[in-house]
């Protein structure tokens, strides 16, 4: 079994930064990202991390968001830059290694104009 927890949502300005994170407990992952979710919207891809670094982004959000991790402690970080209205969303940390592909709960980020 793996548990996630994240942390770091919340409310901004437009033009604002919000960091997330997300700790993975019971098994180190293969990949390790973050989705999101707006109203009415499928859930999307943001961004994703391997283990050996290499990183993945959606294009909406290239140059202004930022993945990172700490093997050791096995967890990523989004930092999220020039915050948009369209950002808003819940933002769930995924996960993926040997055991499977575990989903967050969810963190609510609200950008407002």
């Known amino acids: 079994q793996v548990q996630l927890v994240e942390s770091g949502g919340g409310l901004v300005q437009a033009g604002g930064s919000l960091r997330l994170s997300c700790a993975a407990s019971?098994?180190?992952?293969?990949?390790m990202g973050w989705y999101r979710q707006a109203p009415g919207k499928q859930r999307e891809l943001v961004a994703r991390?391997?283990?050996?670094?290499?990183?993945n982004y959606a294009d909406s959000v290239k140059g202004r968001f930022t993945i990172s991790s700490d093997n050791a402690k096995n967890t990523v970080y989004l930092q999220m830059n020039s915050l948009k209205p369209e950002d808003t969303a819940v933002y769930y940390c995924?996960?993926?290694?040997?055991?499977?592909?575990?989903w967050g709960k969810g963190t609510l980020v609200t950008v407002s104009s």
């Open positions: 995924n996960y993926q290694g040997i055991y499977g592909m575990y």
């Open positions: 019971g098994s180190f992952f293969s990949i």
């Open positions: 991390i391997f283990s050996g670094g290499g990183t």
